[in-house]
Nanobody, 115 residues
């Protein structure tokens, strides 16, 4: 099993920045891909970004390209999501996920962007 714990959410004004962290523990060697998803009130969960751990290849949703950056620190088994130029529409609960078909999920961290 793998456990994922997110942190770093909070309240920020539009145009500001936040960095989310996702610490992985357990059978982390079994994970080849890590990613971030988000869910806004009244909406479904949507993909934000992902990174393939052995190649470093990344992929982003169109809505966040150029503003968000996903990265990893393998020594700390941690994945980050640097979020810049935040917009009110980025307000959501952000979830870390890992593994093939996103088998593992964290509990989420709330990001609120005020206008």
């Amino acid at each position: 099993q793998v456990q994922l714990i997110e942190s770093g959410g909070g309240l920020v004004q539009a145009g500001g920045s936040l960095r989310l962290s996702c610490a992985a523990s357990g059978r982390t060697w079994s994970i080849d891909t890590m990613g971030w998803f988000r869910q806004a009130p009244g909406k479904g969960r949507e993909f934000v970004a992902r990174i393939t751990l052995n190649t470093g290849n990344t992929d982003y949703a169109e809505a966040v390209k150029g503003r968000f950056t996903i990265s990893t620190d393998s020594a700390k088994n941690t994945v980050y999501l640097q979020m810049n130029s935040l917009k009110p529409e980025d307000t959501a609960n952000y979830y870390c996920a890992g593994g093939i078909t996103w088998r593992y999920w964290g509990q989420g961290t709330q990001v609120t962007v005020s206008s």
